[in-house]
Nanobody
């Protein structure tokens, strides 16, 4: 049974940092691209960042470029999202996802497995 478990969310002031982690189990981790999505209240789930199977390629939505960094450790079956210079508009539930489609395909429908999410709240 595939499980993706996020951790690291919380409350932070604007300008602060958080590091999200996602622990994967039940799948051959290095066969999957991994991504982070987020969903704010009243809004649709949106793509944030993705990383290829080897970690050599990454893609970000424009609003987080230069502030967020996605990384992975295939030896530990972990994926991370380092979030710096956080803004109130980054407030959302953040989801980890894994998929076997090409990494440059960033739509939610290209991911097969999802975590339960972790809340990130940025106060102004």
């Amino acid at each position: 049974q595939v499980q993706l478990v996020e951790s690291g969310g919380g409350l932070v002031q604007a300008g602060g940092s958080l590091r999200l982690s996602c622990a994967a189990s039940g799948l051959t981790f290095n066969n999957y691209k991994m991504g982070w999505f987020r969903q704010a209240p009243g809004k649709e789930r949106e793509f944030v960042a993705t990383i290829s199977r080897s970690g050599s390629s990454t893609y970000y939505t424009d609003s987080v470029k230069g502030r967020f960094t996605i990384s992975r450790d295939n030896a530990k079956n972990m994926v991370y999202l380092q979030m710096n210079s956080l803004k109130p508009e980054d407030t959302a539930v953040y989801y980890c996802a894994g998929g076997q489609r090409a990494v440059f395909l960033v739509g939610a429908d290209t991911y097969d497995y999802w975590g339960q999410g972790t809340q990130v709240t940025v106060s102004s």
